[in-house]
């Protein structure tokens, strides 16, 4: 009995936290904004113990930030952090490419190779946040081929920190040329030759901090004009 009962609140906490952690990273919460805890349980139909050990797991994770005495907020759309992330990205995915020369097999990249072919170059009636989830899907399956699940887990959570941003950047990207990127490197995977795909890989992901900074400003306009528009509107 005792056991069931876990069972029932550990369900509750991940549908809680995975609830707050797409509204975290669409940045459905302003940035900076204090979270009103008693009107988020209501809105989720849920508690305040399972509301707190997800918030608390999501700040743990970089999504929110807690403040003693003060509680949790939105996290800001902070350029220099973004430009880290980016950072940490690249290092990951280069590390872990290495080992994926090493370990991978070849039906898993002609896999890969052929999620590259079905999902084509053109964006066609895609949007941003579906192209977002495609080249996440890649990036993420290329990195499988390293057999490290921690690495692949922190490419995850970086993944969705920058998520809202790569979500403006998309707009800006030549969706031919990073799909012949992608290839690219998968070639070079399967050939076994690190310098035929860790310099296209580190060019791939390498971001200027000007880059970020230019796609936060879009971003931050994305987020409050709507609200501003419906001010505007009443």
């Not at 797991?57 to 003060?70: I, Q």
């Not at 950072?87 to 002609?110: F, N």
């Not at 880059?211 to 936060?216: L, V």
Request: with cysteine; net charge positive.
């Amino acid at each position: 009995m005792v056991k069931r009962v876990e069972t029932t609140s550990d369900s509750v906490v991940d549908r809680v936290y995975e609830q707050l952690k797409a509204m975290a990273v669409s940045f459905e919460f302003k940035p900076g904004e204090r979270l009103n805890e008693g009107a988020i349980a209501a809105r989720l139909g849920v508690s305040r113990t399972p509301l707190r050990e997800a918030l608390n797991r999501l700040n743990t994770e970089g999504f929110l930030r807690f403040a003693p005495g003060r509680g949790f907020f939105c996290r800001e759309l902070d350029a220099q952090e973004i430009f880290d992330l980016y950072e940490l990205r690249k290092s990951i995915e280069i590390s872990a490419i290495r080992l994926a020369i090493q370990r991978a097999r070849d039906q898993d990249i002609d896999a890969l190779l052929t999620f590259l072919r079905d999902t084509g170059p053109d964006p066609g009636e895609r949007t941003s946040m579906e192209l977002v989830k495609l080249d996440e899907t890649f990036h993420e399956g290329l990195l499988s081929m390293s057999n490290n699940a921690e690495m692949l887990r922190v490419l995850r959570n970086v993944n969705a920190r920058i998520r809202f941003v790569r979500w403006i950047d998309m707009d800006r990207i030549n969706r031919t040329k990073t799909q012949a990127e992608h290839r690219a490197v998968l070639l070079g995977v399967k050939a076994r030759d690190e310098a035929k795909c860790v310099p296209v890989l580190e060019k791939h992901i390498d971001r200027r901090l000007d880059q970020i900074t230019s796609a936060i400003k879009e971003g931050y306009a994305q987020i409050y004009m709507p609200a501003a528009g419906l001010t505007r509107a009443l």
